[in-house]
């Protein structure tokens, strides 16, 4: 666990772990956790030109280049400012008839490619990483699904309003982001406390999907002061530069 002091340094130390090794796939996260991450790795050039980044998740129903497709998001935020062309940036094909058979797809890829090098993560506030929702076993592999409610209420921010939110998703399951050679999970803001907590505290339980990553053995959580409240001596908080 890295305990960092702003969201400035939880993006300096993700951005450090993520580009160490010089990943050829990189697995990548929206949200606002992996914001200040994506900033660095631009800021410094940290990724070689030909790195392929992998779609953690992506919606189903909305047009290609809406602004709220995971896909538009990192081409956006990273891909572009990096100077990379869109094709380095790999989604599942949520415009599919059929979805399952889309998903599948999406694993046997991402196989071929030889698997991610480095996935980047953030959590819920119920504990999903990706959109892998409490229930969602362990061993899972890239699927289709509904979103709950809450995540869909959580994410509504990003969109004119909640009706906006689409109800489906493909993701990468459980089992597909624990096959990551690296795991850089980050965690930011009051609302991750609880997930966090019970995180670092409790046995592994479908219950909580992030607990699926604890027996992996290369993941680093990294979390500011107020996502890592609960378990954190506040003396040992470290500033990274
Ligand atoms: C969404 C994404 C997840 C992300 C989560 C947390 O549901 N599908 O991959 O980890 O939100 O987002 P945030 O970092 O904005 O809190």
Redesign the pocket.
Known sequence: MIAASSSDDVGRAAAALVAEGNPAVVGV?????PITAYRELVRHRSLCDDVQLWL??EYVGLPARHPCRYRSVIIEQLARPLGLPDHQVHGPDVDAADLDDAAERYEEDLRRLGGVDVQI????RNG????NEPGTPFGSRAHAGVLTET?RA??ARFFRDLDDVPHRMITQGLGTIAAARRIVLIASGPTKRDAITTLLTCPPTTDLPASALLDHPDVTIIGDQAALAGVLDHSTLVEHT
């Open positions: 996260a929206t949200g606002s956790s953690l998740d993560l953030g959590i819920g999903h990483i990706g959109f995540t959580d994410n």
